[in-house]
């Protein structure tokens, strides 16, 4: 069997910088272990299948290791390889997946995600912290649906943070988010998650889930900008509509080909 496959990079507006991710494109769903095995053998944090299933766009999305239930990043590069090499008609993308609905508007300018926001609760208590050396740096800890959040008081403590992969690694969540504020956007972030086979993921959609409605509350506005500062970086925006989050970047394609299955 011969398929398609993009590689884009997503929250970038330039090529090498935001998250790279692999988009397949299927007539209907392969077998999960195959697709498990594509998403290992590309190697990045995600990999999304997008298939008809009774004449509705469904996607799913794999790291190297295993299948997660929401991936912002490959959802947006799912949307923009329709929009951008495969005539889709219209402005706006909706997928079905295990998260539910999710919508992708293009704005032309850049592509916006339509995600639902994440419920989050403080943690008053959490012996990790000593281990990973952060309880002087941290102001607040947050418990999302799957990930924690730690918020720390400045945007070098977050660029300067050095993670220990194998202490996050027992976290008992998917991933790690570090946030504080920015000194030239609303919030900074980082995200670990050593978990799911990603040690630091370049730019992380679903995390923006999470930190909109902390960043919205705190800082008394629903519109944001943000950033996240890993390596090769990327800029968001994020807005709070009740129970969605709205995040919008811009993707730029790497390389369209074809797999041999």
Excluded at 10 to 29: Q, S
Excluded at 65 to 76: F, K, M, N, R, Y
Aim: charged residues 25%; contains cysteine.
């Amino acid at each position: 069997m011969h398929t398609q496959i993009y590689l884009v990079d997503a929250f970038a507006d330039e090529l090498f910088k935001g998250n790279p991710a692999a988009i397949v494109k299927l007539n209907k769903w392969l077998d999960e272990d195959l697709m498990q095995k594509i998403a290992s053998e590309n190697n990045l944090a995600e990999t999304g299948f997008i298939a008809p299933v009774d004449n509705k766009l469904h996607i799913r999305w794999f790291t190297p290791t295993t299948e997660v239930d929401l991936c912002g990043h490959a959802t947006l590069a799912a949307a923009h390889i329709l929009f951008t090499h495969e005539d889709f008609e219209g402005d706006q993308v909706i997928f079905h997946s295990k998260s539910g609905i999710l919508k992708v508007d293009n704005n032309f300018e850049y592509l916006t995600l339509d995600f639902p926001v994440d419920t989050i609760q403080q943690v008053n208590q959490l012996p990790e912290l000593k281990k990973l050396d952060t309880e002087y740096l941290v102001e607040e800890v947050y418990r999302g649906k799957t990930d924690l959040m730690f918020v720390f008081k400045k945007e070098k403590h977050i660029a300067e943070y050095v993670p220990d992969f194998d202490l996050i690694r027992q976290l008992d969540c998917r991933g790690l988010i570090i946030t504080a504020p920015g000194e030239n956007t609303d919030f900074v972030s980082r995200f670990f998650g050593p978990q799911t086979g990603i040690n630091e993921d370049p730019v992380t959609g679903s995390a923006h889930t999470t930190l909109t409605p902390y960043w919205a509350k705190r800082l008394k506005k629903d519109s944001l900008t943000a950033a996240q500062l890993s390596r090769r970086g990327g800029n968001l925006t994020c807005e709070l509509k009740g129970d969605r989050v709205f995040i919008g970047g811009t993707c730029k394609t790497f390389l369209k080909g074809e797999l041999f299955i």
